[in-house]
């Protein structure tokens, strides 16, 4: 054979020869599939990232929508939306981050929503092993919210919900030429009834909205002047402070009486069987929470209290009975502010909803009562009486049933002070 010839047979046999074949296509495979495992490796961190971006819209559009109801600037509104997606990891201007805050929307439904928030965000990815696939990757959420009023249409609620047949049984009555002044604010009353709110003897009430479940009477030259709507067969109105846990009576604090004309300064603590403040005394409450159990928390003879720096005063009892009322006599000075945060934000007064409903809370005449925040005695009657005065530009009242006979004003420039508006309507998430 001629060294020709066998130089073609080998060529053939080496055509021929399939020995390590499958070695080869692995080989070349593994590369595309390696490639395929790592962009599904990518695309679940993305997706990862996706999510976090997306609660991080919802909190930051839900959280600007808050700041806007409650009055802010777009510049406030536009920090705090930010300030809350940096909480979550997500900086604008940092690690490929852009968060953008709209007010109103720039795309949507709600484009022309009076208090409606954008918010997008967007993230530039890191490609480990995408990049053999895409020349970049980014994800973007995106959330609106409308913001829900801040304080709500009212300062004055009364939540007895029974039928109202005379003035005995009207939820609020103002008679013998008491003078509500509620210019800034209204007034919620939801019981049913043709009295539920009962206006008589020369008595005058000034609201900018009145909205009776029932019906309300007007008589013997009593005035109702209502600069803006008078509702009735109303839907009633939620109590504001239900979910407010009642705190815990602790041990009895070794004094519960000051008077003499001394000046003392008194920290938050349990007083038993009462705290009373008379006799010209001239008090200071520190800041923080006076759990009165039992008795009655009772400011007379002149006595002057003052608790502005975020005190909550609430009236419980250990036992069951006996419940703590208030009695602020005529004469006196009490200055009350709630604390703008924590477990009694807005809270001024807070009486226990156990406490019977046959007992009375009492704001006598010639008071000088200066509270921020709201009066709260959700199972009681209250009395304000004979020229009982309050300034305040942020009072409540929520009370069982309200009878006036005196002067009071009212106010609701409640921002920032911690106080739940009455009817106020909530910030929702709607995109």
Same mark, same amino acid.
């Given at each position: 054979?001629?060294?020709?010839?066998?130089?073609?047979?080998?060529c *053939?046999r080496l055509?021929?020869?399939?020995a390590?074949?499958? /070695?080869? &296509?692995?080989?070349?495979?593994?590369?595309?599939?390696?490639?395929?495992?790592?962009?599904?490796?990518?695309?679940?961190?993305?997706?990862?990232?996706?999510?976090?971006?997306?609660?991080? /819209?919802?909190?930051?559009?839900?959280? @600007?929508?808050?700041?806007?109801?409650?009055?802010?600037?777009?510049?406030?509104?536009?920090?705090?939306?930010k300030?809350? /997606?940096?909480?979550?990891?997500?900086?604008?201007?940092?690690?490929?981050?852009?968060?953008?805050?709209?007010?109103?929307?720039a795309?949507?439904?709600?484009?022309?929503?009076? +208090?409606?928030?954008?918010?997008?965000?967007?993230?530039?990815?890191?490609?480990?092993?995408?990049?053999?696939?895409?020349?970049?990757?980014?994800?973007?959420?995106? !959330?609106?919210?409308?913001?829900?009023?801040?304080?709500?249409?009212?300062?004055?609620?009364?939540?007895?919900?029974?039928?109202?047949?005379?003035?005995?049984?009207? !939820?609020?009555?103002?008679t013998?030429g008491?003078?509500l002044?509620?210019?800034?604010?209204?007034? %919620?009353?939801?019981?049913?009834? !043709?009295?539920?709110?009962?206006? =008589?003897?020369?008595?005058?009430?000034?609201?900018?909205?009145?909205?009776?479940?029932?019906?309300?009477?007007?008589?013997?030259?009593?005035?109702?002047?209502?600069? +803006?709507?008078? =509702?009735?067969?109303?839907?009633?109105?939620?109590?504001?402070?239900?979910?407010?846990?009642?705190?815990?009576?602790?041990?009895?604090? /070794?004094?519960?009486?000051?008077?003499g @004309?001394?000046?003392?300064?008194?920290?938050?603590?349990?007083?038993?069987n +009462?705290?009373? $403040?008379?006799?010209?005394?001239?008090?200071?409450?520190?800041?923080?929470?006076y759990? $009165?159990? *039992?008795?009655?928390?009772?400011?007379?003879?002149?006595? #002057?209290?003052?608790?502005?720096?975020?005190?909550? $005063?609430?009236? =419980?009892?250990?036992?069951g009975?006996?419940?703590?009322? =208030?009695?602020?006599?005529?004469?006196?000075?009490?200055?009350?502010?709630?604390?703008?945060? @924590?477990?009694?934000?807005?809270?001024?007064?807070?009486?226990?909803? *156990? !406490?019977?409903?046959?007992?009375?809370?009492?704001?006598?005449?010639g008071? %000088?009562?200066?509270?921020t925040?709201?009066?709260?005695?959700?199972?009681?009657?209250?009395?304000?009486?004979?020229?009982?005065?309050?300034?305040?530009?942020?009072?409540?009242?929520?009370?069982? *049933?309200? #009878?006036?006979t005196? @002067?009071?004003?009212?106010?609701?420039?409640?921002?920032?002070?911690?106080?739940?508006? $009455?009817?106020?309507?909530?910030? &929702?998430?709607?995109?």
């Amino acid at each position: 054979m001629s060294a020709v010839a066998a130089f073609r047979r080998s060529c *053939r046999r080496l055509v021929r020869d399939e020995a390590g074949v499958t /070695a080869v &296509v692995i080989g070349l495979s593994m590369t595309v599939l390696m490639g395929f495992a790592g962009l599904a490796v990518d695309m679940g961190i993305w997706y990862s990232d996706r999510r976090a971006a997306q609660g991080a /819209a919802d909190s930051a559009a839900y959280s @600007g929508a808050i700041d806007l109801g409650a009055g802010d600037t777009a510049t406030g509104v536009t920090a705090a939306a930010k300030a809350i /997606a940096a909480q979550y990891g997500l900086v604008h201007g940092s690690g490929g981050v852009t968060v953008t805050v709209n007010q109103p929307p720039a795309s949507g439904s709600h484009t022309t929503t009076t +208090g409606a928030v954008e918010v997008i965000i967007q993230k530039t990815e890191s490609r480990f092993f995408a990049s053999f696939f895409l020349n970049s990757a980014a994800v973007a959420a995106r !959330a609106v919210a409308v913001a829900g009023s801040s304080g709500g249409k009212y300062c004055v609620l009364a939540l007895d919900s029974s039928a109202a047949t005379s003035v005995n049984t009207a !939820a609020i009555d103002i008679t013998n030429g008491a003078d509500l002044d509620l210019s800034q604010c209204g007034v %919620q009353v939801n019981a049913s009834g !043709a009295d539920a709110l009962y206006l =008589t003897g020369g008595a005058k009430l000034d609201a900018t909205t009145v909205s009776v479940v029932g019906t309300y009477t007007v008589n013997n030259g009593a005035r109702l002047n209502v600069t +803006g709507s008078t =509702t009735t067969s109303a839907a009633p109105v939620a109590d504001p402070y239900a979910g407010v846990a009642v705190p815990t009576p602790g041990a009895c604090a /070794a004094t519960n009486s000051y008077g003499g @004309g001394g000046t003392f300064t008194i920290s938050p603590g349990t007083f038993c069987n +009462g705290l009373s $403040i008379s006799n010209g005394a001239n008090v200071t409450m520190s800041p923080g929470v006076y759990i $009165i159990d *039992r008795g009655s928390f009772a400011v007379s003879g002149g006595a #002057n209290l003052n608790a502005s720096s975020g005190v909550t $005063i609430v009236l =419980t009892s250990s036992s069951g009975s006996n419940y703590a009322t =208030t009695s602020i006599d005529n004469g006196t000075k009490v200055t009350l502010t709630a604390p703008t945060s @924590g477990p009694t934000s807005g809270l001024a007064i807070m009486q226990d909803p *156990r !406490a019977a409903s046959t007992g009375a809370d009492n704001f006598a005449g010639g008071t %000088q009562l200066n509270v921020t925040g709201a009066l709260y005695f959700p199972s009681q009657m209250v009395n304000f009486s004979n020229g009982s005065a309050n300034n305040s530009y942020c009072t409540q009242l929520i009370a069982y *049933r309200i #009878n006036y006979t005196g @002067g009071s004003k009212f106010g609701n420039n409640c921002s920032g002070t911690g106080v739940t508006g $009455i009817g106020q309507t909530a910030t &929702v998430l709607v995109e």
